[in-house]
C-alpha cells in the first residue's frame, strides 16, 4: 500500500523514518479533492474487512457482547449505515467543534453531509454541548437500552 499512495500522493507523504506519516498524508488530501478521494479508495476497503474480521471475531467469542460500538466518521458519507443494526449520531455546533480542535480550520466538514440530515437518519442522537459527564450518562443510557433490546440477552 505505501508503493501505491507515495506514486499516486508523492513523496511528501512520507516521514522521516520513510514510512507514510498521517500529518502529511492529511496536508496532501485536504488541499486536493481528487488526492483525497484516491486515499479514500485505498482506505474504505481495508477498513471495512478490518471492522467486518471484528464483527466476526466477537461473534465467535463463547460469550459475545450484547452490542458491539464502532466510530465510524464518514458513515453516511460512504453509504455505510445498512451494515449497522442501529446507528448512533454524536455531534456538536461549527463553532463549538472548532474551538475543541484548537482553532484549526480546513474545508473537512465541507464534504460531509450535515448535521440535521445525520440527525434525522440517526436511531439515537445527541448534541454535545454539555459536560464529558452528560455525554456519559446520555451513552450509558443508550447501551442500557441496547442491550435490553437485544433478543439474546433477554433469554
Not at 499512495?5 to 507514510?20: F, N, T, W
Request: glycine share 6%; with cysteine; net charge negative.
Amino acid at each position: 500500500m505505501k508503493r501505491a499512495l507515495v506514486e499516486r500522493l508523492g513523496e511528501e507523504i512520507l516521514g522521516e523514518d520513510g514510512a507514510p506519516d498521517r500529518e502529511r498524508i492529511a496536508i496532501r488530501v485536504f488541499k486536493d479533492r481528487e488526492a483525497l478521494d484516491v486515499l479514500e479508495k485505498f482506505l474504505h476497503p481495508l477498513v471495512s474487512r478490518e471492522y467486518m474480521a471484528w464483527r466476526d471475531q466477537l461473534s465467535a467469542l463463547p460469550e459475545p457482547p450484547a452490542v458491539c460500538v464502532t466510530e465510524v466518521p464518514l458513515l453516511f458519507e460512504v453509504g455505510a449505515e445498512e451494515r449497522f443494526d442501529k446507528v448512533v449520531v454524536i455531534t456538536a455546533p461549527a463553532k463549538l467543534r472548532e474551538a475543541r480542535r484548537g482553532g484549526r480550520t480546513d474545508d473537512r466538514e465541507d464534504r460531509l453531509i450535515s448535521d440535521r440530515e445525520k440527525l434525522k437518519r440517526a436511531d439515537f442522537s445527541y448534541v454535545n454541548t454539555g459536560t464529558p459527564d452528560e455525554l456519559d450518562a446520555w451513552v450509558e443510557g443508550v447501551m442500557a437500552t441496547l442491550v435490553q433490546s437485544d433478543p439474546d440477552k433477554a433469554k
